[in-house]
Nanobody, 125 residues
Framework: QVQLVESGGGLVQPGGSLRVSCAVS????????LAWFRQPPGKEREFVAA??????????GNGLKGRFTISRDHERVTEMLYLQMNNLKPEDTAVYYC????????????????WGQGTRVTVSS
């Protein structure tokens, strides 16, 4: 079992920045590819960004590269996953979820085995 716990969501003004975090722990936690998804109000969950086990392979959802940056830090008992979001727009408002998969390069929610509970990001003036 792998546990994922997100934090760092909140209210931010348009044009502002926010970093959300995800603490990953459990069995073989450092061997999973990790990703961020988001679910805007009334819409389906969508791919935001993914990162490989070694952190070298990155992928971003349509139109997000350049504003969003995914990263991960290997720690002894916990893996930390981050999503730095800059120049935020109202359409970025969503619940952001981190997820873990055994294979790298997946963009579909069904390919991810473990999920966090989500953290809400609201972009509004």
């Amino acid at each position: 079992q792998v546990q994922l716990v997100e934090s760092g969501g909140g209210l931010v003004q348009p044009g502002g920045s926010l970093r959300v975090s995800c603490a990953v722990s459990g069995r073989m936690f450092s061997t999973y590819a990790l990703a961020w998804f988001r679910q805007p109000p009334g819409k389906e969950r969508e791919f935001v960004a993914a990162i490989s086990v070694n952190g070298r392979n990155l992928a971003y959802g349509n139109g997000l590269k350049g504003r969003f940056t995914i990263s991960r830090d290997h720690e002894r008992v916990t893996e930390m996953l981050y999503l730095q979001m800059n120049n935020l727009k109202p359409e970025d408002t969503a619940v952001y979820y981190c997820a873990a998969a055994e294979a790298t390069g997946n963009r579909l929610p069904r390919d991810y085995v473990y999920w966090g509970q989500g953290t809400r990001v609201t972009v509004s003036s």
